[in-house]
C-alpha cells in the first residue's frame, strides 16, 4: 500500500546516513512520504540523493550533539514545508545513535558522553523544536529503540539511552495525549545492520587498550558473550523489516503505543512484564 498523492505528509527520520536510518528513508519515500532523512556529513546526503527518490530530502549537518544543527534543521524543514504547501509534519523519527561494546568499568567515558548528548538530550531537542510542526499536522513522534527495561552486560552505551528513550516516549504519550499527538515506541531486537561488524571491530580494538589487570575480571565471561552473540546475530532480522513496522504504526488511523520487530524482541519484551526481581534471575543463568 501506499500513500495516495491527494495524503501526502512530509516526515522527518534522524540518523539516516545507514543502517535501520537508511533502510527507513528509502521505504518511506518509494511510498509515498516525504522524507527528511537527517545525517552529520554532507557526503553521506550525497549519498542518499544519490538514490534518485524525488521525495526523499538530506538534510545536513545534523550532528544532535550540536544544539545549533538542531535550530537550523527546523528553520530549513519548516521553510521546505511551506514552499510545498503542507499543513505541517506528520511524524518525527527519533532513530541515530550507535553505540559500543564495554563492560560498565572499561567504557570510555567520553564516548559514552556522546552518545547520551546523541540519544538522550538530542531526542529531547528534537521534540521541542519540531513539535509546533507535529501539531499542525495532527503528527505523531516515533522512536526507534531496543526493549531496555531490563539489563543486558556489556551494551550499556546502547540500553542505557534506550532506557532513557523508552522513558521519554511513555512520558510524552501521557504530556500529549489531550494534544492528539501519539508517542509510539518501535521497539526492536536484534537487527541486521552495517553497526554489528563496526562494533565487533571496535571490541577487538579496544580489547589491546584496556588495562589488563581490569579486563582480566571480565575475560572469560565476555568471551563467551561474544560467542554467543555470533550465534544471535546469524538470526538477526533485516532492516527492511523494521521499516515495514514504521510503516504501519505511521498509516495506522489509532496507532498502537508500541510494536515490537526483530529477532527475540517478543523475548525481552516479555521478561519486561515480569516482576524485576525474576527478570534478573532468569538473566542471571544465561550471563
Given at each position: 500500500?501506499?500513500?495516495?498523492?491527494?495524503?501526502?505528509?512530509?516526515?522527518?527520520?534522524?540518523?539516516?546516513?545507514?543502517?535501520?536510518?537508511?533502510?527507513?528513508?528509502?521505504?518511506?519515500?518509494?511510498?509515498?512520504?516525504?522524507?527528511?532523512?537527517?545525517?552529520?556529513?554532507?557526503?553521506?546526503a550525497?549519498?542518499?540523493?544519490?538514490?534518485?527518490?524525488?521525495?526523499?530530502?538530506?538534510?545536513?549537518?545534523?550532528?544532535?550533539?550540536?544544539?545549533?544543527?538542531?535550530?537550523?534543521?527546523?528553520?530549513?524543514?519548516?521553510?521546505?514545508?511551506?514552499?510545498r504547501?503542507?499543513?505541517?509534519?506528520?511524524?518525527?523519527?527519533?532513530?541515530?545513535?550507535g553505540?559500543?561494546?564495554?563492560?560498565?568499568?572499561?567504557?570510555?567515558?567520553?564516548?559514552?558522553?556522546?552518545?547520551?548528548?546523541?540519544?538522550v538530550?538530542?531526542?529531547?531537542a528534537?521534540?521541542?523544536?519540531f513539535?509546533?510542526?507535529?501539531?499542525?499536522?495532527?503528527?505523531?513522534?516515533?522512536?526507534?529503540?531496543?526493549?531496555?527495561?531490563?539489563?543486558?552486560?556489556?551494551?550499556?552505551?546502547?540500553?542505557?539511552?534506550?532506557?532513557?528513550a523508552?522513558?521519554l516516549?511513555?512520558?510524552?504519550?501521557?504530556?500529549?495525549?489531550?494534544?492528539?499527538?501519539?508517542?509510539?515506541?518501535?521497539?526492536?531486537?536484534?537487527?541486521?545492520?552495517?553497526?554489528?561488524?563496526?562494533?565487533?571491530?571496535?571490541l577487538?580494538?579496544?580489547?589491546?587498550?584496556?588495562?589488563?589487570?581490569?579486563?582480566?575480571?571480565?575475560?572469560?565471561?565476555?568471551?563467551?558473550?561474544?560467542r554467543?552473540?555470533?550465534?544471535?546475530?546469524?538470526?538477526?532480522?533485516?532492516a527492511?523489516?523494521?521499516?515495514?513496522?514504521?510503516?504501519?504504526?505511521?498509516?495506522?488511523?489509532?496507532?498502537?503505543?508500541?510494536?515490537?520487530?526483530?529477532?527475540?524482541?517478543?523475548?525481552?519484551?516479555?521478561?519486561?512484564?515480569l516482576?524485576?526481581?525474576?527478570?534478573?534471575?532468569?538473566?542471571?543463568?544465561?550471563?
Amino acid at each position: 500500500m501506499n500513500i495516495s498523492k491527494d495524503q501526502r505528509r512530509a516526515i522527518l527520520v534522524t540518523g539516516c546516513s545507514s543502517g535501520i536510518g537508511r533502510a527507513l528513508v528509502r521505504y518511506l519515500a518509494s511510498r509515498g512520504f516525504i522524507v527528511f532523512a537527517t545525517v552529520r556529513k554532507e557526503a553521506d546526503a550525497e549519498r542518499l540523493r544519490g538514490l534518485k527518490e524525488p521525495d526523499l530530502v538530506p538534510v545536513a549537518p545534523l550532528d544532535l550533539t550540536h544544539l545549533d544543527d538542531v535550530c537550523r534543521a527546523a528553520l530549513e524543514v519548516g521553510h521546505e514545508i511551506e514552499r510545498r504547501g503542507l499543513p505541517g509534519l506528520y511524524a518525527l523519527i527519533n532513530n541515530a545513535g550507535g553505540g559500543f561494546v564495554a563492560p560498565v568499568e572499561l567504557m570510555d567515558i567520553e564516548k559514552f558522553q556522546v552518545e547520551l548528548e546523541a540519544r538522550v538530550l538530542g531526542s529531547v531537542a528534537m521534540v521541542q523544536a519540531f513539535l509546533p510542526m507535529l501539531r499542525r499536522a495532527g503528527g505523531r513522534i516515533l522512536w526507534i529503540v531496543t526493549p531496555a527495561a531490563i539489563p543486558t552486560p556489556y551494551v550499556t552505551s546502547i540500553h542505557a539511552c534506550d532506557f532513557a528513550a523508552n522513558c521519554l516516549a511513555r512520558t510524552l504519550g501521557l504530556e500529549l495525549k489531550s494534544q492528539k499527538v501519539p508517542s509510539i515506541m518501535i521497539r526492536c531486537g536484534g537487527i541486521r545492520t552495517e553497526a554489528v561488524a563496526k562494533s565487533d571491530r571496535e571490541l577487538e580494538e579496544s580489547w589491546k587498550h584496556w588495562p589488563p589487570d581490569r579486563l582480566a575480571f571480565y575475560e572469560g565471561a565476555l568471551r563467551k558473550w561474544t560467542r554467543d552473540m555470533a550465534g544471535f546475530d546469524a538470526k538477526r532480522t533485516p532492516a527492511e523489516k523494521v521499516a515495514e513496522v514504521v510503516f504501519k504504526a505511521l498509516t495506522a488511523k489509532r496507532p498502537r503505543s508500541r510494536y515490537s520487530v526483530g529477532h527475540m524482541a517478543r523475548a525481552a519484551a516479555f521478561l519486561e512484564v515480569l516482576p524485576p526481581s525474576w527478570a534478573d534471575s532468569i538473566l542471571k543463568t544465561r550471563f
